[in-house]
């Protein structure tokens, strides 16, 4: 976790870097700091709290002006989030400056080390141990800062996206990258560093994304110089044009991302399918399957790797995959996954789906089952990201940015991915007939519109929010391909209202949870046609008789639970496996009114970040 932004060129950097930093502040907002050389020597601001505290402090304590400056919000590991332990750090001598992203896991017997040689340090954290390693290195060997941060990060383990300059050396900045994402924007003489593209969007749609392993050399007037940190040799940068815009990563008149990014699932949807569905044709493109059909063919399982919403969706393409494809499916959760010594072979694939494509415990879950052979096909939103260039073979989701920390569109348009996939392959494996393949086609393509259709529920969700935003606790449940929904609408509730909240298959619920019911509960329950709709109008039944307060997620024109239900928030109709693109709406709807009734931060929560770039 953590934002990293960095400038060198002809601009001042004061404004680039403040701005970059709000723009990356989803991936933790603890701390901030900036450090900035004016000239003459370098001037460092540093503060518990957001990035509009870092503003508001920094402009009354230090002069903003010059042309190269690093900044950093951060998301606590070593150390509590105070003024010290945030970043910009300095080296003993105070020449060098750092900013990190990712963990140090030998700091402590590398701190022992430097100790003993006479280093004394301010903070609790791993990054300044790393700054004091490379001015150890620089000084004991007389070498340039190129040379020293490439030697000390040889001694370094763990992950990391740092960058670093001089005050004696003004005219460069040092970057190096292992398991934390860094971009580097290309300017004319200038460049931008961040750890995604959206705090250089507006002066430069050209990028570098720098590989694992990689260390780059900025300086001013010069040409970028790549290096591998291990062996030494150059590269050949690999420029990339941006397809990123300002207006995907702005709030667009919404007044949080998050609900902007709820309403932004119909064209979303429709951008994950464009393209890849064609109805007329009956016939479903997506290159990373169909150049691997044989894979997939001859694969005994699908094991599906991932964490918290995009777990959620591996549960939901579970169901689909079994029902439509019949192939084996279990999905694990990556952070259980790579350390459980799990049995897998050639004849697996893996699925990994992550919105950032940086999630530490999925990327290193994938990397296991690479080891042992399994074939790895990629679920990502983020292009370029670590899990997309790890896999073997990938679809991406197209969603867009999603800067809100709850994810919302993420999930859509990962289920819609899937669906395609299960699809393809169930008609590969003749176990769709070809007018029910095409029937799913059609229907498909009716989900942006149906999604658009939930959506107007919206002012008649805030007033059932306005009910129950005092609650202490929630339950959600659901059945089939909608129990996972009901995981996934308890942890939105939880993540950004602070309430506790729980989800369980309806039917589990007299295994336990229902001891919890009484007239103060709310149980928010998914009964959609077809399915098992009586099974879980039955379940209603038994709530009710229990005097818990329902609040019934059911099809458009539904009577029966109707009859029963505190409140009911009609969805359109559509076929089974469908449905949890439009139950989810109204959950995601549910939960944002709440948040914000309860006057929480919506897209910030606290304690969360983004993306989980540590294990
Ligand atoms: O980027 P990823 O999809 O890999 O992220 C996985 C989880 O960290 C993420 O879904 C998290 O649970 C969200 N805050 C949920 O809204």
Redesign the pocket.
Known sequence: MCGIVGYIGHREAYPIIIKGLQRLEYRGYDSAGIALYDGESIKLSKTKGKVADLKEKLENEISTSGTLGIGHTRWATHGVPNDVNSHPHYSNSGDLVIIHNGIIENYDSLKKELINRGYTFKSDTDTEVLINLIEDVKKNENLKLGKAVQIALNQVVGAYAIAVFDKNKPNEIVVAKLGSPLAIGIGEDEYFIASDASPFIEFTKNAIYLEDEQMAILRRGKDIKIRKIKTDALVDPYMQELQLNLEQIEKGGYDHFMLKEIYEQPSAILDTFRGRLLSNEAVIKLAGVEDNMKKFLAADRIIVV?????WHAGLVAEYIFEDLARIPVEVEYASEFRYRNPVITEKDIVIA???????AD?LAAIKLAKSKGAFVFGVCNVVGSSIARESDAGAYTHAGPEIG???TK?FTTQITVLTLMALRLARAKGTMSSSEFRHHLIELETIPGKVEEALQSDAYVKTVADIYKDSKNCLYLGRGFNFPVALEGA??LK?ISYIHAEGYPAAEMKHGPIALIDEQMPIIVIATKKGHYEKVVSNIQEIKSRKGRIIGIVTKGDVSVKELADHVIEVPETIECLTPLLTTIPLQLLSYHIAVMLNKNVDQPRN?AK??TVE
Do not use: D, H, P, R
């Open positions: 991932a964490c918290g919403t995009s789906i992550s919105q950032s494509g940086e999630t999925t920390v709850a994810s993420a942890l939105k993540e969360l993306s989980v």
